[in-house]
């Protein structure tokens, strides 16, 4: 992507929205001109309502050549293959956009779909040229611009028929608990005349979900008479478990059924299968969320709570990573003997693109824990509980300890338990049993470990030795690419009497780009007239030097308010006030050796504010970045400073 974008954001189509799972579409022109309409999308998020109109409208070549001349202002730019378009307005481009409302016309070429896990895409007959609607984009920086478009789940899968691409997405849970389940194997066949069509099988993720996409020649095939030529398939399904137990295998008469004969090409559905879930089922092994603010990792259907970039996203502020215990958050289930689970994870420092093919297992040569890499893992967290109710309600804390790991950074989670058990006093590994099997208690894991992301992304402090106002050199500035890594989970089964091992379904989960920064924020404030006596009374024309640094700054002011409060000022100039909602490309460094608080003792008509009077005054350099511990966000303190004004 271009360092500056005018406008970015992703152009998304719903799939199915109950289970809110979206298709992201490539390889389309995304076109922008300024709206002569009154009404405009008040919002640009995909879960408020965007465009003026209840139904897309189509456009022809034509009249859409013809309003793309006519237009003042053309902003256009064609989607990546993760559906990301940015637009990077020309210097020479007049005039420039600076917010305000926007016709979005798309140009839709071709229609995606996953082959083996590969995104592919299959050419319309002839490109779709569609009028989303009048936006209103989001400010995200300075001359920085973020809108994201969504295609309506009806016009997406017209779009899909017209090309014969097919695609089968879907939830399966427990019947009784309705709890979704992971590592299920389903298969969707559709019913034939002769040979039932297999359209394709899929691995359910952590949520349940699966998706299966599948050309239309496919479900046309074996058929004597070709009587589905116009129609949709007839679907059934079959569902096995990761050992080869078949969990629900539909008769082919489901598949003439009226909700399941000649469905459409975006076909949604919820499917359960006859499995016990209670208090005493084990756990699913499974790696789902960065943090106990449950930034969810991508699942192969959405990127979740991160961007393609590594930022964790909450609410509109994508934030980098901070500190020295991230944790990794899951559940891993404790098994009777001879059987364990064993887990860990492993970093790659050549990240790829979330929503993207992950990188190569090959490329993740750190291991957490392991080697040299010792000190990436953080001893002491806490895992999760044992708890048990009956005869006497008791808790006890898992901790994760470097003693339970093995040479490779295999952590075995029923060692820790037992550890845990020796080092309280109150119960012995003997107790386990009557702690596992206790009703409604039993094992309650919640984070599989944390890593100390100082030691992948050290901790710098740019700027050393500069004063207040002073800029701060390209040499000193950062690179936030430096802190991007990838994170490979992998979990296992151990049979302890044999020392066989099965990798379990959620072996190889992984979160291509993570961002992590530990970078120090350089903030310096002071009065200009205090650099050689910092008690000197102040008159006349009063000015402030600042200089601030941080590649992931979110917000920057500086006020001025007198101490009976008649006097509450925020001070303008090119930098201030700043405020970005996420910027990947880092943070400019702002300064000013010079920033008047009083550039005239006269009050301008309007302002409220007073004049600068005899008084004290304190002087606050606020800041705020977009960092996070995965457990919430980082505050910074905000310097400050003071001077007396004499008149």
């Known amino acids: 992507m271009p360092e500056h974008c005018t406008l970015h954001g992703y152009l998304l189509a719903t799939l199915c929205g109950t289970l809110q799972i979206q298709d992201r579409i490539g390889g389309a022109e995304v076109i922008a001109v300024h709206s002569e309409r009154e009404a405009s999308a008040a919002e640009t998020s995909l879960a408020a309502r965007q465009d003026l109109k209840t139904v897309v409208q189509r456009v022809s070549e034509d009249d859409l050549n ?154 046309r095939e074996g058929t004597f008479i070709d009587v589905e030529l116009f129609g949709g398939p007839d679907l059934f399904f079959n569902i096995e478990d990761s050992d080869g137990n078949v969990l629900l295998d539909e008769p082919r008469s489901r598949g003439r059924a009226d909700d399941r004969e000649n469905v459409g090409p975006c076909f949604c559905v919820e499917l359960c299968v006859p499995v016990p879930v209670g208090p005493q089922t084990p756990v699913p092994a499974v790696w789902t969320d960065v943090g106990k603010a449950r930034f969810a990792i991508p699942d192969g259907l959405s990127t979740n709570d991160f961007d393609a970039d590594g930022y964790g996203v909450a609410g509109s502020t994508h934030y980098a990573f901070t500190g020295g215990a991230l944790k990794m958050m899951g559940s891993v289930p404790y098994l009777s003997d001879p059987y364990t689970v064993e887990y860990r994870f492993l970093v790659s420092e050549t990240p790829g693109v979330n929503g993207g093919a992950p990188p190569s297992a090959a490329s993740f040569t750190r291991t957490v824990g392991a080697g040299a890499d010792a000190d990436l893992f953080v001893d002491g967290v806490v895992l999760g509980r044992v708890i048990r109710l009956a005869p006497s309600f008791k808790i006890v804390k898992v901790r994760a300890r470097k003693a339970d790991l093995d040479p490779n950074g295999w952590l075995d989670i029923k060692k820790a338990v037992e550890r845990a058990f020796v080092e309280d006093p109150d119960v012995t590994p003997a107790d386990i049993p009557g702690f596992i099997g206790a009703p ?51 979990i296992r089964l151990r049979n302890t009497a044999t020392a066989v091992t099965t990798d379990l379904p959620a072996s190889g989960t992984t979160l291509n780009a993570l961002m992590l920064d530990n970078t120090n924020a350089l903030r310096l404030l002071e009065m200009v007239d205090h650099t050689t006596d910092a008690c000197q009374p102040l008159s006349g024309s009063v000015d402030v030097a600042y200089t601030v640094y941080h590649p992931h700054l979110s917000s920057v002011n500086v006020n001025v308010r007198s101490n009976d409060g008649s006097f509450n000022k925020n001070l303008d100039d090119v930098h201030l006030p700043f405020s970005v909602a996420a910027d990947a490309n880092g943070t400019d460094p702002m300064s000013n050796g010079a920033l008047t608080i009083n550039t005239s003792q006269l009050v301008p008509p309007g302002d409220p504010q007073q004049p600068l009077h005899r008084c004290t005054y304190l002087v606050t350099l606020g800041l705020s970045w977009r960092l996070h511990t995965g457990d919430g966000g980082v505050a910074l303190g905000d310097p400050q400073t003071t001077f007396f004004y004499e008149g």
């Open 440 to 490: 409604y208690g039993g094992w309650d894991p919640d984070v599989l470990l944390a890593l100390d992301t100082r030691k992948l992304a050290p901790a710098t402090s740019p700027g050393a030795g500069l004063s207040a106002g002073d800029n701060v050199p390209p040499s000193e500035e950062v690179d936030v690419t430096d802190g991007k890594v990838a994170l490979r989970f992998e």
């Open 66 to 219: 013809r309003l793309v001349e006519s237009a003042n202002l053309v902003l256009r730019a064609t989607t990546d293959d993760e559906g990301q378009f940015c637009i990077e307005q020309p210097d020479y481009a007049e005039p420039d956009y600076a917010g305000g409302a926007l016709d979005v016309y798309v140009v839709i070429p071709q229609v995606p779909y996953l082959q083996d896990g590969d995104r592919q895409a299959r050419a319309l007959d002839e490109a779709e040229r569609l009028f989303l609607g009048t936006y209103r984009p989001a400010a995200s920086g300075d001359d920085v611009w973020t809108l994201n478009l969504l295609l309506p789940r009806e016009v997406y899968c017209t779009l899909k028929r017209q090309a014969d691409v097919w695609t089968i997405v879907g939830r399966v849970t427990a019947c009784e608990a309705q709890v979704p389940i992971a590592g299920l194997l389903v298969t969707a066949f559709d019913v034939d005349l002769t040979q039932h069509d297999n359209l394709g099988t899929a691995t359910t993720n952590g949520a349940g979900h699966f998706r299966i996409d599948y050309l239309g020649d496919l479900y």
